[in-house]
């Protein structure tokens, strides 16, 4: 599978390069973050032993996001405004976390200052941006990198590419973004999901 350039970059630098503070370049992001309310993409999900799944990402501010993923794989992650629901249809199990609670937090929440919690990171092609994403305050959320090429049509000029994340346990994330739309019309419907639990240990 060949790598998009702004995946190039991502995936060398974001577990080791220093960050340096650009904030012209922190506020072009805020700016695409705010205003970006819908967002709809076709994703490659790479987990630390380097396997891969395939499915369409759902964006809708404030808070709601769902990962649907390839046919086959009993896995549903939604974001319903107030927390991240995992859903195992195969063992037929609901993990629940607060949203502020996940390096996600930075999409789902773009009210948050950047200018207090991310540094851009340095790049080696002048067309990718990429941003380091950590609350200094609570370190056991570990923290996001964020990739972006120059769109002059999206909102603050940058088009979102893709994220790594690290959890507090090093384990590391990379999602790969294609086919993005922004601020179409997306259903409240999509963040809906069928519980497979018990109805008595529902909760």
Not at 81 to 86: M, S
Not at 88 to 104: F, M
Not at 193 to 202: F, G, I, S, Y
């Amino acid at each position: 599978m060949t790598l998009r350039p702004a995946f190039a970059v991502l995936i060398s630098i974001a577990a080791a390069a220093p960050a340096i503070a650009q904030p012209s370049m922190i506020r072009r992001v805020q700016e695409h973050l705010r205003g970006v309310h819908t967002l709809t993409a076709d994703f490659v999900q790479t987990d630390r032993k380097g396997k891969s799944v395939t499915g369409k990402v759902f964006l809708k501010q404030p808070g709601k996001i769902r990962f649907q993923y390839e046919p086959g794989v009993p896995i549903l992650v939604v974001g319903d405004g107030r927390v991240l629901n995992f859903i195992d249809y195969q063992v037929h199990q609901v993990s629940k976390y607060p949203i502020g609670g996940s390096p996600l937090d930075i999409l789902l929440d773009p009210k948050r200052d950047l200018s207090r919690i991310a540094k851009v990171v340095p790049s080696a092609s002048p067309d990718v941006i990429t941003i380091l994403a950590r609350d200094p305050r609570r370190p056991q959320f570990g923290s996001i990198t964020l990739a972006f090429t120059q769109d002059s049509a999206a909102p603050g000029g940058l088009m979102l590419e893709g994220w790594v994340a690290l959890d507090a346990q090093n384990n590391r994330t990379t999602v790969r973004l294609s086919n993005q739309k922004l601020n179409i019309p997306v259903a409240e419907t999509v963040f809906e999901w069928d519980d497979p639990r018990p109805a008595k240990k529902r909760g």
